[in-house]
Nanobody, 119 residues
Framework: QVQLEESGGGLVQAGGSLRLSCTSS????????MAWFRQAPGKERILVAA????????YYADSVKGRFTISRDHAANTIWLQMNSLNSEDTALYFC????????????WGQGTQVTVSS
């Protein structure tokens, strides 16, 4: 069983920054990729950024490219999401997730951390 613990959300003014963190425990040696998703009220959950724990390959949604940076500590099974130049459209509940190999779905989820950007 995999557990994910997120932290770092909060309230920030537009143009500000936040840093989210997520640590995986419970057989973390099997993790292939970790990612951040977000879900705004009334909208679907979307993939924001992802990183492979071994090679460190990254993916970003177009809406966050150049503003968000995902990083990882493979040994600690921890990822971070540095979010800069935040705007109101970034307001959402942010979830950390894990998948065990390139062909599997994201099957494990954290409880979510709220990010609210005030204009």
């Amino acid at each position: 069983q995999v557990q994910l613990e997120e932290s770092g959300g909060g309230l920030v003014q537009a143009g500000g920054s936040l840093r989210l963190s997520c640590t995986s425990s419970g057989r973390p040696y099997s993790n292939y990729e970790m990612a951040w998703f977000r879900q705004a009220p009334g909208k679907e959950r979307i993939l924001v950024a992802a990183i492979t724990l071994g090679a460190g390959s990254t993916y970003y949604a177009d809406s966050v490219k150049g503003r968000f940076t995902i990083s990882r500590d493979h040994a600690a099974n921890t990822i971070w999401l540095q979010m800069n130049s935040l705007n109101s459209e970034d307001t959402a509940l942010y979830f950390c997730s894990v998948r065990r190999d390139p062909t599997s779905d994201y099957a494990y989820w954290g409880q979510g951390t709220q990010v609210t950007v005030s204009s």
